[in-house]
C-alpha cells in the first residue's frame, strides 16, 4: 500500500464523519441546541437519590400524616379515591427496590379487606341509618331483651350501604396513606433520627416492621425454590414444609441481630441526676395530657377557646421531655440525615393539604355538606373544586423528592447507592 493509499483511507472516514456533521446546518443546529435544552431539563428534573442527598425519612411520615388527616375530614368518595390516587402516584414514583418498599401492595389489600369487612357488619348486623330503598330482606335472628338495639340480619337498604361504604372507605384510605410512609422512608434512617430519648422504643418499632417484609421475601424464595425442583408449594403438606425453613430463618435473623445489638452496647445509658429523671418524666406525662387534652378542645364544639393553648403547651412539654430523656442515651450518629429543602417542600405538601382541608371543612355550611355527603336522601356525591384542587398539592412529592436509583446499582437487598 503506498503513501498515497494510505492518506486516501485516513481520510476517508475524516470525510464521512464531517459529512454527517455537517449533513446540514439544521443537523448543526440541533445539535446546538440540545446540549442546552438538556442542562435546562436537568436543572427542572429531580436527581438520583444517594446517600448524602436522599430525602429524609420523617418528610415521607409529615407529607402521609397530612394526607391521613385530610382523609379523616371527609367521607366523600370522589375526595377519598383522588388521595388514594396522589399517594398512590407518589409511592409508584419515588418507592425504591427496597425490601420495606413492597409493604404497599399489602397495605392496598389490608385496605380492601376492610372495606369489605365493613360492608358485610353493615349487611349482617344492620346499619343506623334508616332507608326506604329495600335491596335484600334476610332472616333475622331473635335476641334476648338484654340485646334490645341489635340486630342480626333484617332488611338490608340502599342507603345503609352507602353510608358503610363511605365509612369503610375513609379508614381504608387512612391505611393506605400509611402504608404510603411504608413504603417510602427508610425505617433503618429513620431510627437515626430519633431523638435519644425515643431509641429503644424505635429500635422495637424498626424491628417488628422490618420483621414481616423479611419474612415473605423468605416465603416467596422457598416457593420459587421448591417449584424448581418439581416440589409441591400449595396445600397444607407444602405450606409445612416451607413454613419450617420459613421460622427456623427468622429465628436465625433474631439471635444474630441480639448477638449485634449486645456487641454494640444497645442498652447502656448514661448517669443522671436524679432531679433531671423526675423533670424529664413530670415533662413527658404533663405533655402527653396536655396533647390529649387540647385535642379533645379541638374535636369538641366546646373547648374551641382553650384547645389550641393547651395542645401547644403540652407539645413543648413533651418535646423538654424528650431532649431531657435523651441525655441518657450514649450513642453517636454517623452521617445525620440533613432536613433539607426538598424535605421542607415534601412535609409542607402534605401539611398544606390536611390545612386546606382543614379551614375549608370550618368555612361554612355548604362546604361540610360537600365534605360529608349525605345518605338520605339518596343522592350522588359531588366534586368540590377547592379540596381537589389542595388533595393535587400532594403531587410535589412525585417531581421535586430525589428520584431513585436505577436497578442495576440498587441490589436485591435493598441497599442504598454510596
Same mark, same amino acid.
Not at 102 to 114: N, P
Given at each position: 500500500?503506498?503513501?498515497?493509499?494510505?492518506?486516501?483511507?485516513?481520510?476517508?472516514? *475524516?470525510?464521512?464523519?464531517?459529512?454527517?456533521?455537517?449533513?446540514?446546518?439544521?443537523?448543526?443546529?440541533?445539535?446546538?441546541?440540545?446540549?442546552?435544552?438538556?442542562?435546562?431539563?436537568?436543572?427542572?428534573?429531580?436527581?438520583?437519590?444517594?446517600?448524602?442527598?436522599?430525602?429524609?425519612?420523617?418528610?415521607?411520615?409529615?407529607?402521609?400524616?397530612?394526607?391521613?388527616?385530610?382523609?379523616?375530614?371527609?367521607?366523600?368518595?370522589?375526595?377519598?379515591?383522588?388521595?388514594?390516587?396522589?399517594?398512590?402516584?407518589?409511592?409508584?414514583?419515588? *418507592?425504591?427496590?427496597?425490601?420495606?418498599?413492597?409493604?404497599?401492595?399489602?397495605?392496598? !389489600?389490608?385496605?380492601?379487606?376492610?372495606?369489605?369487612? *365493613?360492608?358485610?357488619?353493615?349487611?349482617?348486623?344492620?346499619?343506623?341509618?334508616?332507608?326506604?330503598?329495600?335491596?335484600?330482606?334476610?332472616?333475622?335472628?331473635?335476641?334476648?331483651?338484654?340485646?334490645?338495639?341489635?340486630? @342480626?340480619?333484617?332488611?338490608?337498604?340502599?342507603?345503609?350501604?352507602?353510608?358503610?361504604?363511605?365509612?369503610?372507605? !375513609?379508614?381504608?384510605?387512612?391505611?393506605?396513606?400509611?402504608?404510603?410512609?411504608?413504603?417510602? +422512608?427508610?425505617?433503618?434512617?429513620?431510627?437515626?433520627?430519633?431523638?435519644?430519648?425515643?431509641?429503644?422504643?424505635?429500635?422495637? @418499632? /424498626?424491628?417488628?416492621?422490618?420483621?414481616?417484609?423479611?419474612?415473605?421475601?423468605?416465603?416467596?424464595?422457598?416457593?420459587?425454590?421448591?417449584?424448581?425442583?418439581?416440589?409441591?408449594?400449595?396445600?397444607?403438606?407444602?405450606?409445612?414444609?416451607?413454613?419450617?425453613?420459613?421460622?427456623?430463618?427468622?429465628?436465625?435473623?433474631?439471635?444474630?441481630?441480639?448477638?449485634?445489638?449486645?456487641?454494640?452496647?444497645?442498652?447502656?445509658?448514661?448517669?443522671?441526676?436524679?432531679?433531671? *429523671?423526675?423533670?424529664?418524666?413530670?415533662?413527658?406525662?404533663?405533655?402527653?395530657?396536655?396533647?390529649?387534652?387540647?385535642?379533645?378542645?379541638?374535636?369538641?364544639?366546646?373547648?374551641?377557646?382553650?384547645?389550641?393553648?393547651?395542645?401547644?403547651?403540652?407539645?413543648?412539654?413533651?418535646?423538654?421531655?424528650?431532649?431531657?430523656?435523651?441525655?441518657?442515651?450514649?450513642?453517636?450518629?454517623?452521617?445525620?440525615?440533613?432536613?433539607? /429543602?426538598?424535605?421542607?417542600?415534601?412535609?409542607?405538601?402534605?401539611?398544606? @393539604? +390536611?390545612?386546606?382541608?382543614?379551614?375549608?371543612?370550618?368555612?361554612?355550611?355548604?362546604?361540610?355538606?360537600?365534605?360529608?355527603?349525605? /345518605?338520605?336522601?339518596?343522592?350522588?356525591?359531588?366534586?368540590?373544586?377547592?379540596?381537589?384542587?389542595?388533595?393535587?398539592?400532594?403531587?410535589?412529592?412525585?417531581?421535586?423528592?430525589?428520584?431513585?436509583?436505577?436497578?442495576?446499582?440498587?441490589?436485591?437487598?435493598? !441497599?442504598?447507592?454510596?
Amino acid at each position: 500500500m503506498t503513501t498515497d493509499d494510505t492518506a486516501s483511507n485516513s481520510t476517508g472516514p *475524516r470525510t464521512r464523519t464531517g459529512t454527517k456533521a455537517g449533513t446540514g446546518a439544521g443537523a448543526g443546529t440541533h445539535t446546538g441546541i440540545n446540549p442546552g435544552s438538556g442542562r435546562i431539563r436537568t436543572r427542572l428534573r429531580a436527581p438520583r437519590a444517594t446517600r448524602t442527598n436522599a430525602l429524609h425519612p420523617g418528610a415521607w411520615w409529615v407529607w402521609a400524616l397530612g394526607l391521613g388527616t385530610a382523609a379523616s375530614r371527609t367521607t366523600n368518595p370522589l375526595l377519598l379515591a383522588l388521595l388514594v390516587g396522589v399517594a398512590g402516584y407518589v409511592v409508584a414514583a419515588r *418507592r425504591t427496590e427496597a425490601p420495606w418498599a413492597r409493604s404497599y401492595g399489602a397495605f392496598v !389489600k389490608l385496605a380492601l379487606a376492610v372495606l369489605g369487612i *365493613r360492608l358485610a357488619f353493615a349487611v349482617l348486623l344492620g346499619s343506623p341509618i334508616p332507608g326506604t330503598h329495600t335491596l335484600v330482606t334476610l332472616p333475622e335472628l331473635p335476641l334476648p331483651d338484654w340485646a334490645q338495639g341489635i340486630r @342480626v340480619g333484617g332488611r338490608v337498604t340502599a342507603e345503609g350501604l352507602v353510608f358503610a361504604l363511605y365509612d369503610g372507605l !375513609k379508614l381504608a384510605t387512612l391505611l393506605i396513606c400509611v402504608g404510603a410512609a411504608n413504603a417510602l +422512608a427508610n425505617p433503618a434512617r429513620l431510627l437515626k433520627s430519633l431523638p435519644g430519648a425515643l431509641y429503644e422504643a424505635g429500635v422495637a @418499632v /424498626v424491628v417488628a416492621l422490618t420483621f414481616a417484609p423479611n419474612l415473605i421475601a423468605d416465603v416467596q424464595r422457598l416457593r420459587a425454590a421448591r417449584r424448581l425442583r418439581g416440589r409441591p408449594d400449595h396445600g397444607v403438606r407444602g405450606l409445612l414444609q416451607v413454613g419450617l425453613p420459613v421460622l427456623e430463618g427468622a429465628l436465625e435473623r433474631s439471635v444474630a441481630l441480639a448477638a449485634a445489638m449486645d456487641a454494640r452496647g444497645y442498652g447502656r445509658s448514661a448517669e443522671v441526676p436524679p432531679g433531671v *429523671r423526675r423533670t424529664t418524666a413530670a415533662l413527658t406525662l404533663g405533655g402527653l395530657v396536655g396533647v390529649c387534652a387540647g385535642t379533645y378542645g379541638l374535636l369538641t364544639a366546646e373547648g374551641g377557646t382553650y384547645g389550641l393553648p393547651v395542645l401547644l403547651a403540652g407539645l413543648a412539654a413533651a418535646l423538654g421531655g424528650l431532649w431531657l430523656g435523651g441525655r441518657r442515651s450514649l450513642r453517636t450518629r454517623y452521617r445525620p440525615d440533613a432536613w433539607g /429543602v426538598r424535605a421542607w417542600l415534601v412535609a409542607a405538601s402534605g401539611a398544606a @393539604v +390536611a390545612a386546606l382541608l382543614v379551614l375549608y371543612a370550618a368555612h361554612d355550611a355548604y362546604a361540610a355538606a360537600a365534605l360529608h355527603p349525605g /345518605v338520605v336522601p339518596l343522592t350522588a356525591p359531588e366534586l368540590p373544586l377547592w379540596p381537589a384542587a389542595a388533595i393535587l398539592l400532594g403531587l410535589l412529592p412525585a417531581f421535586v423528592a430525589p428520584a431513585p436509583a436505577p436497578h442495576d446499582t440498587n441490589d436485591k437487598t435493598g !441497599k442504598e447507592p454510596s
